[in-house]
């Protein structure tokens, strides 16, 4: 089935760090290197980021399946992108990277809803589908997150980290002095595909 976690309440602002990144190991660059992707310090990453995380949890899950992220968010620029990380923290406080998904702001149109048990969200990426992005004005963005299947052991916390770009290898869509709007309350949500 899948389990719902809002992200919060009220609204967050976010100025976003053109800088973050997800270094030189990622899942992007490792294969290119001759490596196994590799995503270390993770909780110093998060410094950069805006993050979201849950209480312990009170037994183990399985997640299996595409993790899904639905933001209402609105930027202060006329394009942008938005990187989504899926994250187990220990109970010292270790930061482990589970997965991620991207999503640039004018291709947020969908074709159909959310499955994250199946294969996540449809998109058709067709320049006709695109859609303008008005600064200022809240945009309703459904991130899938590349697929796992993972085990977060019970009094672990999950994390949902939310950046403005991945300085690694990624282009940078929104402007110089970015600014992010979250609404959160029951418009900003992780689904999670759990076993």
């Not at 294969?31 to 909780?43: I, S, V, W």
């Not at 187990?88 to 291709?107: A, Q």
């Not at 980290?161 to 290898?169: E, F, K, L, R, V």
């Amino acid at each position: 089935g899948t389990q719902r976690w809002y992200l919060g309440s009220g609204t967050v602002t976010h100025r976003v760090d053109a800088t973050a990144s997800t270094g030189g190991t990622n899942r992007w660059l490792a294969l290119d290197l001759g490596r196994a992707p590799a995503y270390p310090d993770r909780g110093h990453a998060d410094d950069a980021l805006l993050t979201f995380t849950t209480e312990p949890l009170p037994a183990r899950i399985q997640v299996l399946g595409f993790p899904v992220v639905t933001l209402r968010l609105a930027t202060s620029g006329t394009d942008g992108a938005v990187y989504v990380y899926l994250e187990d923290v220990d109970p010292g406080g270790d930061v482990s990277y589970l997965t991620e998904g991207s999503l640039r702001f004018l291709h947020r149109k969908t074709a159909g809803r959310a499955e994250p048990e199946r294969l996540g969200v449809p998109r058709t990426f067709a320049r006709s589908d695109a859609l303008p992005v008005v600064p200022g004005e809240p945009m309703d963005l459904t991130v899938h997150l590349l697929p796992l299947s993972a085990v977060v052991p019970a009094g672990h916390r999950l994390r949902v980290a939310i950046a403005g770009h991945d300085a690694s290898c990624f282009t940078r869509y929104g402007p110089a002095e970015e600014t992010f709007t979250l609404s959160l309350d029951r418009d900003s949500y992780l689904d999670l595909p759990v076993r």
